[in-house]
């Protein structure tokens, strides 16, 4: 579990209030290789230092807000201000309505993840209840939260035996397709093509999902290239491999469609999986 929780405050549903406590849910790091920006000439690290431009480097604790309300005069907005600005409510997850799974589509995701759990014993048995509920009913609810110093309209889904909260973009911060109808315009179907496509598509489909089968190659790559130059090899790329040259669409479904049966069907299916305390539900309805 993460060591330190990211918020504080409460679940709620009407008059029904659970303590709460957010941790990130992506994991720090998560393997990724950092490259430092270096001088060229002696290969010293690059600094990013905050000044000011009368006395100079400045830490962090010297450091205040403020609002320019004119050209260089600021007024100053200090952190006990800005907490006395919140409400009870703005102190918690409000949870608006419930709706179906699908409802939401995955393009409004910001892609920021939180695992919510019970601040206390006594937010236990409520916050059970409400993760049952959502579960037996199968229901995501949408709520509005100040996190991060702004509102935020948030998902919470049950994943496990956790409740989460999924950041979710406001409907004018997602460019819409329709921005992009010239560039790509509707265009005739042919039947033959479409046939060939729905054949790739159920070749290529298999029963299971297993996230954990994709791995970050271009880190492992990236890996080996540092351990490499640190052990002073030579760095020799990796022989490329060119499919065959396909003139048209017709073709490449043809060869696609060959290549798919040559091959045998995947080991994979992109179908999403069922949680264990959502299976043994199903297990008791369909007893």
């Known amino acids: 579990m993460a060591a330190r929780s990211t918020w504080k405050g409460y679940l709620k549903i009407n008059l029904v209030s659970v303590p709460v406590k957010a941790y990130t849910a992506n ?6 290789v950092r490259l430092n920006q270096l001088h060229k000439d002696c290969n010293s690290r690059i600094n990013y230092k905050k000044t000011c431009p009368i006395h100079g480097e400045v830490s962090g604790d010297a450091i205040v807000s403020g609002y320019e309300y004119s050209k260089g005069q600021y007024v100053i907005v ?31 995701y910001s892609g920021k993840s939180y695992y919510l759990v019970p601040d206390g014993p006594v937010g236990q ?4 209840v409400i993760l049952q509920a959502m579960v037996d009913e199968k229901k995501y609810g949408i709520a509005t939260v100040v996190f991060h110093g702004k509102d935020q309209l948030v998902l919470i889904r049950p994943y496990g035996d956790l409740l989460t909260m999924e950041v979710l973009s406001y409907e004018n911060q997602v460019t819409k397709p329709s921005a992009f109808a010239e560039e790509a315009p509707k265009t005739e179907v042919i039947p033959e093509e479409l046939k060939l496509a ?85 297990k008791r309805k369909s007893g």
């Open 27 to 32: 994991a720090s790091g998560g393997g990724e």
């Open 78 to 108: 200090d952190s006990d201000e800005l907490d006395k600005l919140r409400t009870e409510d703005e102190k918690a997850i409000n949870i608006n309505t419930f709706v179906s799974p699908n409802t939401i589509d995955p393009i409004y």
């Open 125 to 128: 048995k409520p916050y059970s």
């Open 198 to 282: 729905k054949m790739l598509i159920g070749q290529s489909t298999a029963k299971k999902f297993d996230l954990s089968v994709y791995k970050d190659n271009y880190t492992e790559k990236l890996t080996q290239l540092v351990e490499a130059k640190i052990a002073g090899k030579e760095i020799v790329a990796p022989p490329s491999h060119e499919g065959p040259q396909v003139i048209n669409l017709m073709e490449a479904l043809k060869q696609s469609v060959a290549q798919s049966k040559k091959e045998g069907k995947p080991e994979r299916v992109m179908e999403p999986s069922v949680p264990k305390r959502e299976k043994a539900v199903r």
